[in-house]
């Protein structure tokens, strides 16, 4: 499973010319689920993301985590989280997990998110054509991906 997390001011996910959802202050998240992901996967990163250290204290270093710091939550699948480039140039989705696995993986993640924030993220809508504005804080963007913990 991979996530790319960004820190913003301000993020919404609009559907059909029309806003999903929004949030403020906080994080963007953005899932995408790989062959071979379990909820073990889901779990591991919805930790981390909830840990993460990215926002400023009194001092201004990056020392609290988005609870600590007050923050909203959105999250949004993105399959082509997925690709690979390493062969020419037209990305390869072929890690990607089908939907009926991805799903599961994807609402799991965001019942965690919500569990470990005390609140229920912000979300899009799986597997539809969403048009995701943000405006960046930093900007702070961070990959993780749930292999790199073997």
Known sequence: MRVLVQRVRQASVSIGGREYSHS?????IFVGVCVGDTPA???????????LRIFDDQNGVMNLDVCQAG????????????ASTARGNRPS??????????KPL??????????????RPATGVFGADMQVALVNDGPVTIWMDSDERR
């Not at 923050?71 to 997925?82: I, P």
């Open 41 to 51: 996967e889901a779990e591991y990163l919805a930790g981390k993301v909830a840990r």
């Open 71 to 82: 923050g909203e939550v959105c999250v949004v699948s993105q399959f082509t989280l997925a």
């Open 106 to 119: 994807y609402e799991l993640f965001i019942e965690r998110m919500a569990q470990l924030t005390g609140r």
């Open 93 to 102: 989705y072929v890690r990607a997990a089908p939907g009926e696995v991805s």
């Open 24 to 28: 403020g202050p906080g994080l963007l």
